[in-house]
């Protein structure tokens, strides 16, 4: 099984994280963690503080599998 973690970053300027280069930029925080379902997909939910409005986020997912350390295509989120 994969342990999942949401993650969220302000910037694109690229992180170092265990050995593993993501894309987003330090800080980083973990939204939500999970585990994937029986056909390996999973999803996250959560609600945006009003403070969020008009920003942009990015986001990415970073998978542990077997103590290998991967991570998703960034996903840039634009809040209205």
């Known amino acids: 099984m994969k342990t999942l973690a949401l993650c969220i970053g302000l910037d694109l300027m690229h992180s170092i994280v265990y050995g593993h280069q993501f ?7 973990v939204l939500a963690t999970g585990g994937h379902g029986s056909n390996g997909s999973d999803s996250f939910t959560g609600t945006v503080p009003p403070a969020g409005a008009g920003r942009a986020v990015f986001l990415e997912v970073a998978a542990i599998h077997n103590g290998q350390l991967s991570d998703s295509n960034m996903y840039t989120l634009q809040i209205r």
């Not at 894309?23 to 925080?29: C, I, K, R, T, Y």
């Open 23 to 29: 894309d987003l930029g330090l800080p980083v925080s």
